[in-house]
């Protein structure tokens, strides 16, 4: 049973720092290749941020968030993280991490991946 719980988000300033994470499952982190963050903003569609291949660690990042965001993960501790500095208001969504099945490695990291199984969210909050 694959299960993700967000956490790390909040409402922030400008220009300030948010760091998430997400736990998965053991199970999770030794099955699946490609793992990522996705945000929705309202009115807006789901959008992916960032992914990070399992294996070899390599990611990707949307155009919107490069230089500002970095991906991580540490897998003795099923853990993914989003570093999120430099924060604009368009930032502002729901973020949402995501285990991919079906993503391999290579193509993860070229950002093809669109997520399968999801956490339950937590919301960025980005103010002037």
């Known amino acids: 049973q694959v299960q993700l719980v967000e956490s790390g988000g909040g409402s922030v300033q400008a220009g300030g720092s948010l760091r998430l994470s997400c736990a998965a499952s053991?199970?999770?982190?030794?099955?699946?290749?490609?793992m990522g963050w996705f945000r929705q903003a309202p009115g807006k569609e789901r959008e992916g941020v960032a992914a990070?291949?399992?294996?070899?660690?390599?990611?990707y990042y949307a155009d919107s968030v490069k230089g500002r965001f970095t991906v991580s993960q540490n897998i003795g501790e099923n853990t993914l993280y989003l570093q999120m500095n430099s924060l604009k208001p368009e930032d502002t969504a729901m973020y949402y991490c995501?285990?991919?099945?079906?993503?391999?490695?290579?193509?993860?990291?070229?950002?093809?991946?669109?997520?399968?199984?999801w956490g339950q969210g937590t919301q960025v909050t980005v103010s002037l």
């Open positions: 995501a285990a991919d099945p079906f993503t391999s490695s290579r193509y993860c990291s070229g950002g093809y991946s669109r997520g399968h199984f």
């Open positions: 990070i291949s399992t294996g070899g660690g390599f990611s």
């Open positions: 053991r199970y999770t982190y030794s099955t699946y290749h490609c």
